[in-house]
């Protein structure tokens, strides 16, 4: 079955690591998302990419950067990691078709828990 | 920009009951609300969704309903099941053009049997 994939799914680092992780999809989707969860603050985006040449930020990119490698790969980079990016990441992906007709529908990824110590 | 605000946090029921979950919404251009249940441990998976030009959407024992004059939107569940039990959260976006959604802060829902 086509899926959305992260790595690692749990990492546990210290303050000022750099750190990313990897999200790949295929499902063949033009876009895709970085959303951060943390108890009581539901998701939260960070970046957004409809396209391999288009990069957003979302409501909260500081600290946060993102590379979009090819259609399929999506990747979140924590430069200097500090405990209050400890949180649940999860990676998602639409179609592009959206307009109302089918393809709105944000598709997860099982997530990486991640610690700053 | 678009902000949601979701209500309850918790919300506790027994089997067989209903639950309702509200939402308001403050961007009058949104027109795509969906709803997501994050059981515990999984991933947010879309149930249900409504679009601005539909008052009300049933599939099963859920149901949407939207308000667009006063900006809100809820969730109800009928004949709740102890596998109901989870996280849902909704949230609110424009589907032309750019996909980007605002979440709500989530409802926790437990059904006892």
């Known amino acids: 079955d086509a899926d959305v994939t992260q790595t690692p799914r749990n990492r546990i680092t210290k303050t000022g690591k750099r750190i990313m992780l990897e999200c790949s999809q295929t499902?063949?989707?033009?876009?895709m998302y970085w959303y951060r969860q943390d108890p009581g603050l539901g998701l939260r985006l960070i970046y957004y990419?409809?396209?391999?040449?288009?990069?957003n930020k979302g409501e909260i990119s500081d600290g946060y950067s993102v590379s979009r490698q090819a259609q399929a790969k999506f990747s979140l980079s924590l430069e200097s990691a500090i405990p209050n990016q400890t949180a649940l990441y999860f990676c998602?992906?639409?179609?592009?078709?959206?307009?109302?007709?089918?393809?709105?529908?944000?598709?997860f990824g099982p997530g990486t828990r991640l610690t700053v110590l | 920009g678009e902000n949601v605000e979701q209500h309850p946090s918790t919300l506790s029921v027994q089997e067989g009951d209903s639950a309702v979950i509200k939402c308001t919404y403050s961007d009058s251009a949104s027109n795509y609300f969906p709803w997501y249940k994050q059981e515990l441990g999984k991933r947010p998976q879309l149930i249900i969704d409504?679009?601005?030009?539909?008052g009300e959407k049933k599939d099963q024992r859920i149901a949407v309903t939207l308000n667009k004059t006063a900006k809100h939107f809820s969730l109800h569940i009928t004949e709740t099941q102890p596998e109901d039990s989870a996280v849902y959260f909704c949230?609110?976006?424009?589907?032309?053009?750019?996909?980007?959604?605002?979440f709500g802060t989530g409802t926790r829902l437990l059904v006892s049997p």
């Open positions: 409504i679009r601005s030009n539909v």
């Open positions: 499902k063949g989707h033009d876009r």
């Open positions: 990419s409809f396209d391999v040449k288009d990069i």
């Open positions: 949230a609110a976006g424009r589907n032309t053009g750019f996909q980007k959604l605002v």
């Open positions: 998602a992906t639409s179609d592009a078709a959206g307009g109302g007709q089918g393809g709105d529908e944000q598709f």
